[in-house]
């Protein structure tokens, strides 16, 4: 039986059914603080305080968000397309939370009598999938622009189609360099042949510079805004959007921000792998090692999340043609040469 | 198990297929095919050919679909219920493109029936590693040719294109 359905056949599927369980919770309470800390970063950096009222420290107020979220008025406009209006939402979400499905979060390792490998399904073409399913998401934006029935939201719909093909391609390519040194698609594999050389953040810079500013256009995170843009398109696609379906816009955006984070943390900066801290880990226990293993993970896409909210509040936003520009005629050729130079690199046995 | 996701996947293959046949808002029609290219996708899982599955989505269902779902959306001037009623041409054509289609299926449905389907290739067929390999030793040649010939395509609609602003 092929390997995806592997999963559920037998006894099989209580594992994979409680790991599925476990990172749902995880991403959706990663999400509900990813939104906090925004907003206390946001303030910070604008010298100014913050959302510190509810709780200590304001840490309860996600959980107000969402109280407020569901007890807001639902608002559909009397000529939208209804079915697609109240689908779009859906697809956002849906689509931004399955790629985390094959998502390690550290090596596979022993205890109980077990192997147990902390992800939920380990596909031979874990980067490709990520791909894949987070190519379905742009259904999502335009589908809302399109059925709200409004010229801002369709502008925002359209401008998010663009702009997500254009950066998947310098993205996808920058992604190819990374495939050639590992020779896998598997995410682990790649993790595992940056300790054996080195971070590829350090052994390519260029593929990493080119997919982590690729990462934020298709986050649609500033300066890459576009199909938001409140200054121009009021707010774009989901102008329309009231209640907790502007809420699932919300959450996906920042489900789509951790999964970049993740993602540039596996690709590029060694996964759970720090160097001189992985020869300390060696003396411990499997269990405890692979819990060291998921914290620095964690660390490390905390501080890539930190760092899109830290942008978000730096710079402004771009043009829309220099946006195009931008990823046309300067990281596309950038990635392409990428390719070259690890090209270049694997003949001289450097990987 | 498998068998069970092959008929799931099979009705939603007809239904959207159907949907986008005859459901008269183009959009509607868009996002059903897309749908339906994703079940094909589930095919080539099924058929333990993960990558050409995960391909499938990138480029079908991820990149050509929202290109003509914007096409659509840009274009489609009053919105539902614009799409004219088929006529008799269309009938004909329909009915001759499945009857051709049905009789190129027939052979292999009478084998199945006889019980003499070709034997499963080696596992790991559908791999990124078997797949390269093909696709750069014994089908370099039509791979390389089809590259050529998207390109040639690619500088045609940039002429047409650029004609037009000029």
Redesign the interface.
Known sequence: ?????DL??GFGIIPTAVKIGILIGLVMTAVAYISFAERRIAGFIQERIGPNRVGPLGLLQPLADGLKFIFKEEIIPSLA?K??FILAPAIAVTTALTTFAVLPFGGPFEAWGKTISPMVAD???GV??I???A??G??GI??AG?SSNNKYS?LG??RS??Q??SY?LPMTLALVGVLMAAGS?RLADIVNAQMNSAWYAVAMPLGAFIFIVSAFAETNRLPFDMPEAEAEIVAGYHTEYSSMKFAMFYMAEYMNVTMSSCLITLLFFGGWHLPFVEGMLQGLSQPSRAAAHAAIFAGKTTFFIFFYIWVRWTLPRFRYDQLMRLGWKVLLPLALANIFYVGGAILLGWF | MAEAIFWFNAFIAVLTAAVVVLHRNPVVEALALALHLCSIAVFFVLLEAPFAAVIQVILYAGAIMVLFLFVVMLLDPGGEGKAGRAGKIQLAATLLGAGAFLAALLPVALAAGAGELPPPVHPGFGGVRTFGQLLFTEYLFPFEAASVLLLSAMIGALYLAKRELD
């Open positions: 039986m092929p390997e995806m359905i559920f056949a397309h079915p697609t596909l031979d073409i490709l999938y791909l894949a399913v190519s379905l742009v259904y335009v589908l399109w369709l719909g359209l189609t663009a997500l093909i998947e698609l």
